[in-house]
């Protein structure tokens, strides 16, 4: 269990920064025994498609994490003009090359190309975004299987900081196919982190706010700042604050600084544990993505 942070009198903050600076050592010492016994470095490769800032943003702390615990990386930058075949014949690529053990297409991608054409043509093998249906298909069935990098960081700030959840209500608010679905399943798993009762929320549920406060852990991955209120969180809940949106801020060096679904100054106070935005979830994230590399690398190299 890692140490606790006073967030209020109540809140501890469950800091993905520090944890992620942690598991990224731990990684660094796999890979360098790894390497030591003959195999080539881990090798991940990201397509990054047009100039959105914020996709940029977190291509580059992949790439800049792959260097920090060993591997290699290879960037391919594409301008939004990419036709769909030429992204597919880039993926294709990839999937056929011995020396990439994994990769990532960013998402999202221009409104002319179907994300799901081209998560579809990703090697299930060197799927390490976990999103093709056979690794969604094996997550459902408690199969092994590449599982999606945000939740897969959310379990292991759970399990890290020894927070109970067998036999918990867990409430997910968003059903989106990369955090929330998955989420709700591994929350609901026979395992630990998991075994909780989960309600999964989304734009069509009904009272919202009854649902959430009925919550042990809240998870709130939506894309709205601020839409969870005190009032919304039972005494004593773990608080997990998926989102990050871009508000503009003159203040600010970057003219924006980023917020969570969760307004925080109103929630911290009455929760037992909570994420704060930016340094929660997002580095755990990155994380699990390198976890997956190195799993894909082992496997590739005929080990595990
Ligand atoms: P998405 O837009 O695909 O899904 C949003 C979900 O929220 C939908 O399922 C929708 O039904 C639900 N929703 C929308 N309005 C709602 C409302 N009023 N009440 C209840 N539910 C509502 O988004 P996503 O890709 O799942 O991402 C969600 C947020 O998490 C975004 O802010 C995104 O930037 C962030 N995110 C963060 C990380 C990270 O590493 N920290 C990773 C992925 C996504």
């Known amino acids: 269990m890692v140490g606790m942070t006073e967030a209020t009198d109540q809140a501890h903050i469950l800091d993905g920064k520090a944890l992620s600076e942690k598991i990224k050592q731990e990684i660094a010492a796999e890979v360098s025994d790894w390497v030591s016994q003959g195999n080539r470095a881990p090798h991940l490769a990201a397509v990054l498609v047009g100039q959105d800032g914020a996709s940029r943003t977190y291509v580059d702390h992949k790439v800049k994490s792959c260097a920090r615990v060993g591997f290699q990386s290879t960037l391919i930058e594409k301008p939004d003009d990419i036709t769909q075949e030429e992204l597919i014949a880039i993926v294709h690529g990839l999937n056929e090359d011995p020396g990439i053990d994994g990769f990532i297409v960013q998402l999202p991608l221009p409104a002319h190309i179907d994300d799901q054409a081209i998560i579809e043509a990703v090697a299930p093998h060197k799927d390490v975004d976990g999103f093709h249906p056979s690794n969604m298909g094996n997550l459902a069935l408690g199969l092994p299987g590449f599982i999606p990098a945000t939740p897969a960081g959310i379990m292991t700030l759970l399990e890290r900081h020894g927070i109970e ?101 109103s929630v911290a106070p009455k929760c037992s544990w909570i994420t704060p935005v930016p340094g929660g979830v997002g580095p755990m994230t990155i994380v699990s993505l390198l976890r997956n590399t190195l799993v894909a690398a082992r496997r590739s190299a005929g080990a595990h």
């Not at 955090?179 to 798993?189: A, E, K, N």
């Not at 706010?209 to 894309?223: F, N, T, W």
């Open 165 to 265: 959840t067998a036999g918990r209500h867990a409430v997910v608010i968003g059903r989106s196919s990369i955090v929330g679905t998955p989420m709700s399943l591994l929350l609901s798993r026979s395992g630990n982190p998991g075994n909780c009762t989960v309600t999964l929320c989304h734009s069509r549920t009904r009272d919202l706010a009854a649902h959430c406060r009925e919550a042990d852990i809240l998870v709130a991955a939506v894309g709205i700042p601020g839409m969870v209120k005190a009032d919304m969180v039972k005494e004593g809940a773990v608080v997990i604050d998926v989102g990050i949106t871009r508000v503009e801020d003159a203040s600010a060096k970057r003219g924006f600084r980023l917020k969570g679904d969760v307004d925080t100054a």
